[in-house]
């Protein structure tokens, strides 16, 4: 086994019977985050469990108001009470936008309860891959839409050919915008790791391996990137992807304010998990949400409400996993 391939064996051992607070922190960190920056922090004591934006890990071009940001903390959020359930101890997520402190989890003592969500936290990953073109059934559509309910967020599902189609082309106009931003990739270029030796000394960011690419040497890296990384080519590969998967799923929250953005990152972290047991794989395309004069547009295709927004989109099906992704140890995020 590489160093890497044991270091993210280790960061996902699973929780032992009578794990302590910090183990739940741990598995709150393997949740899914924007570009794996891990914008939080936590604090733990008995009943009380605060997880607090990391504002030096904020990617301000791709995500100028931060909504990924709290989306990322609702995923971790999620991922917390989940294993903390295992461990005797069930709570709610408070948050108060007006408050910056961030998220509070209370904490008291029930029943232990772990299910199949418990058990998918370690094995849960984007899976970045083509998909290999099979459907997924309507009792697990149903089933995803079930375990992913948080009110005020609702999953509108893109499943039959003529609309992926449209939802392909307003990928490829975000991703096209994206491209044609110097300070996108730029942004990008900085949480790349392009090999392990690049992912272990950091253990954040985006691993080469971990989204279906071939590792290289970081000098070979600066050298090919610019000429590979092009408009053209990316905006294939995600119509092509897009096109292997059995259908996407859009969240959408009944209003666009930070409350409803952790929500929505809650209920995305369930349907994942959920997908996990299952068996189907799941990758974001949020190209369409995260540019905003096209997230407008995208919005009136999908004839969301007024003061809807929709929040994150994923295309889903099925393929073997990838290399899972690092994160930072755990005592590096509790303080
Ligand atoms: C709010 C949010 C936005 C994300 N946006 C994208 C995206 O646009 N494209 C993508 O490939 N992955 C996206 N991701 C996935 C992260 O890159 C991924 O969760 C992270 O790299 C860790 O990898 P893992 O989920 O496989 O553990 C997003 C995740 C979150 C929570």
């Given at each position: 086994?590489?160093?890497?391939?044991?270091?993210?064996?280790?960061?996902r051992e699973p929780m032992p019977?009578?794990?302590?607070?910090?183990?739940?922190?741990?598995?709150?960190?393997?949740?899914?985050?924007?570009?794996?920056?891990?914008?939080?922090?936590?604090?733990?004591?008995?009943?009380?469990?605060?997880?607090?934006?990391?504002?030096?890990?904020?990617?301000?071009?791709?995500?100028?108001?931060?909504?990924?940001?709290?989306?990322?903390?609702?995923?971790?959020?999620?991922?917390?009470?989940?294993?903390?359930?295992?461990?005797?101890?069930?709570?709610?997520?408070?948050?108060?936008?007006?408050?910056?402190?961030?998220?509070?989890?209370?904490?008291?003592?029930?029943?232990?309860?772990?299910?199949?969500?418990?058990?998918?936290?370690?094995?849960?990953?984007?899976?970045?891959?083509?998909?290999?073109?099979?459907?997924?059934?309507?009792?697990d559509l149903e089933a995803l839409?079930?375990?992913?309910?948080?009110?005020?967020?609702?999953?509108?599902?893109?499943?039959?050919?003529?609309?992926?189609?449209?939802?392909?082309?307003?990928?490829?106009?975000?991703?096209?915008?994206?491209?044609?931003?110097?300070?996108?990739?730029?942004?990008?270029?900085?949480?790349?790791?392009?090999?392990?030796?690049?992912?272990?000394?950091?253990?954040?960011?985006?691993?080469?391996?971990?989204?279906?690419?071939?590792?290289?040497?970081?000098?070979?890296?600066?050298?090919?990137?610019?000429?590979?990384?092009?408009?053209?080519?990316?905006?294939?590969?995600?119509?092509?992807?897009?096109?292997?998967?059995?259908?996407?799923?859009?969240?959408?929250?009944?209003?666009?304010?930070?409350?409803?953005?952790?929500?929505?990152?809650?209920?995305?972290?369930?349907?994942?998990?959920?997908?996990?047991?299952?068996?189907?794989?799941?990758?974001?395309?949020?190209?369409?949400?995260?540019?905003?004069?096209?997230?407008?547009?995208?919005?009136?295709?999908?004839?969301?409400?007024?003061?809807?927004?929709?929040?994150?989109?994923?295309?889903?099906?099925?393929?073997?996993?990838?290399?899972?992704?690092?994160?930072?140890?755990?005592?590096?995020?509790?303080?």
């Amino acid at each position: 086994m590489t160093d890497y391939e044991q270091a993210a064996r280790t960061l996902r051992e699973p929780m032992p019977g009578h794990a302590g607070l910090v183990d739940c922190a741990r598995y709150a960190t393997l949740a899914a985050n924007g570009h794996n920056t891990q914008p939080w922090r936590f604090s733990l004591s008995a009943r009380r469990v605060d997880i607090r934006p990391d504002l030096s890990r904020r990617t301000p071009v791709v995500d100028p108001d931060d909504h990924h940001l709290w989306a990322s903390l609702g995923c971790a959020a999620e991922n917390f009470l989940i294993a903390a359930r295992a461990q005797s101890l069930h709570g709610d997520v408070r948050f108060d936008p007006a408050d910056d402190g961030g998220l509070v989890l209370d904490l008291e003592r029930g029943p232990a309860g772990t299910d199949d969500l418990f058990e998918a936290v370690p094995r849960r990953q984007c899976t970045r891959s083509d998909h290999d073109g099979r459907p997924v059934s309507a009792a697990d559509l149903e089933a995803l839409e079930d375990a992913a309910r948080i009110d005020g967020v609702r999953i509108v599902y893109i499943l039959d050919r003529p609309r992926i189609e449209t939802a392909v082309e307003h990928v490829v106009a975000g991703n096209t915008a994206q491209m044609q931003d110097e300070a996108f990739v730029a942004e990008l270029r900085q949480w790349l790791r392009f090999n392990d030796g690049q992912a272990l000394d950091t253990r954040d960011g985006l691993y080469a391996g971990a989204s279906g690419n071939p590792t290289l040497p970081g000098w070979l890296a600066n050298l090919v990137f610019p000429l590979v990384f092009r408009t053209g080519s990316e905006n294939d590969k995600y119509a092509r992807q897009i096109r292997s998967s059995s259908g996407m799923a859009v969240f959408v929250s009944a209003q666009d304010d930070r409350a409803h953005w952790v929500k929505a990152g809650r209920a995305y972290q369930r349907f994942a998990l959920k997908a996990t047991a299952l068996g189907i794989a799941n990758a974001f395309v949020n190209q369409p949400v995260e540019v905003p004069a096209l997230r407008a547009e995208f919005a009136r295709w999908l004839d969301l409400e007024g003061g809807e927004r929709p929040d994150l989109v994923v295309r889903f099906g099925y393929a073997p996993p990838l290399p899972m992704s690092l994160r930072r140890p755990v005592d590096e995020v509790v303080d």
